[in-house]
């Protein structure tokens, strides 16, 4: 019966990740039908230098930031690590996840060669994973929450939007239940939970909240990295972009395509009706190229060069025997 429900179960996941997948490209050809991509290179070749440079900050800053996911939770395990090999783990395994997609695979295989070579057994990379991935849901609730609670039509996709009471509703809902977590753990911090066939020790409040700043300022960095390569949007338009990035991204990661390539370009595009159609295609291409590529490349690198160097053989330290004396 359980292996009945589980199939059940893994059948209707891959059933939405093909339906999203089928309704994003029917989606994106539609728009793109109404590009014309002569208007597209203008468009690319039109974005200021400053504005490029200003994207490679935001994307330095985000992830940057994002190293501070494994640094919580390696403090969280009280496992003491020196920071560059957080940042390493943080760094390709988010490197590898979100441009390859299946996360638990990519990304939790980097983190393992990486955190393995340091003596953490496969149990407590498999916490980190954790760990990580409820920071990272601590700031995506928390900034929809604020913007489904704070902000009139923020679910817009082109001419549909989510009414306002539903909106404000569902928001508030959400900040109430992270509220709640925060009395959750104010009674319950250090206590162990099984999640997951693991055992996963809770925060405390003010770590949680360490949390919550954690992963809001990552995704506001990175949605800020795309929305200066747009043009004409106001700065007042930011949170709603924000929101918009998020429902691209969550929707990127439901279909578990590679980057979430095609279902993020066409959620944006339809996120942000207001912004000039091939201006904002355009935008996403470079940022595709910025924020993705570029670290992609650099995060091979830094990977492989962590698995040459582990594979160099290591010279065992020689035992000081002291002068051998001279016979008379």
């Known amino acids: 019966m359980l292996a009945r429900l589980s199939l059940v179960r893994h059948l209707a ?4 990740m093909l339906l999203v997948l089928a309704v994003a490209a029917v989606a994106l050809k539609r728009i793109l039908a109404e590009i014309s991509w002569a208007d597209v290179r203008v468009a690319i070749n039109g ?12 994307t330095v800053a985000s992830y940057v930031t994002l190293t501070g996911y494994d640094v919580v939770s390696l403090r969280l395990l009280r496992r003491k690590l020196r920071y560059r090999t957080a940042a390493l783990a943080s760094f390709t395994s988010y490197i590898f996840s979100h441009n390859l997609g299946f ?3 990519t990304g939790g295989t980097a983190r ?3 955190y393995g070579r340091k003596g953490l057994v496969l149990s407590e990379v498999a916490q980190i994973m954790l760990l990580t991935g409820l920071t990272f849901w601590l700031g995506v609730l928390l900034l929809l929450g604020l913007g489904l609670a704070a902000l009139p039509n923020a679910i817009t996709l082109a001419d549909w939007s989510l009414p306002d009471l539903y909106q404000r509703t569902l928001g508030a809902l959400i900040l109430a239940a992270l509220a709640g977590l925060l009395l959750l753990l104010r009674t319950n911090a250090g206590r162990p939970i099984r999640l997951f066939r693991w055992s996963l020790v809770l925060p405390s409040w003010r770590m949680a909240l360490v949390q919550y700043g954690l992963a809001a300022a990552d995704l506001c960095l990175a949605t ?3 929305f200066v390569l747009v043009p004409d949007l106001p700065l007042a338009s930011f949170p709603f972009v924000v929101v918009g990035y998020l429902l691209a991204f969550l929707s990127g990661l439901l279909t578990h395509a590679p ?4 279902v993020f370009e066409a959620v944006m595009l339809l996120a942000i009706p207001q912004a000039d159609r ?3 295609f355009a935008a996403l291409l470079v940022f595709r190229l910025i924020y993705y590529l570029i670290p992609l490349a650099i995060g091979v690198i830094l990977f492989i060069a962590h698995e040459i160097d582990g594979a160099r053989p290591r010279r065992m330290p020689t035992r000081d025997t002291g002068t051998p004396r001279r016979r008379i």
């Open 13 to 16: 996941v891959a059933l939405v």
């Open 47 to 58: 974005i200021a230098p400053w504005r490029i440079a200003a994207a490679l900050g935001f």
């Open 103 to 105: 996360a638990v695979l």
């Open 112 to 114: 393992l060669r990486i």
């Open 224 to 226: 800020a990295a795309l």
């Open 259 to 262: 980057g979430g390539v095609g």
């Open 278 to 280: 091939a201006g904002l």
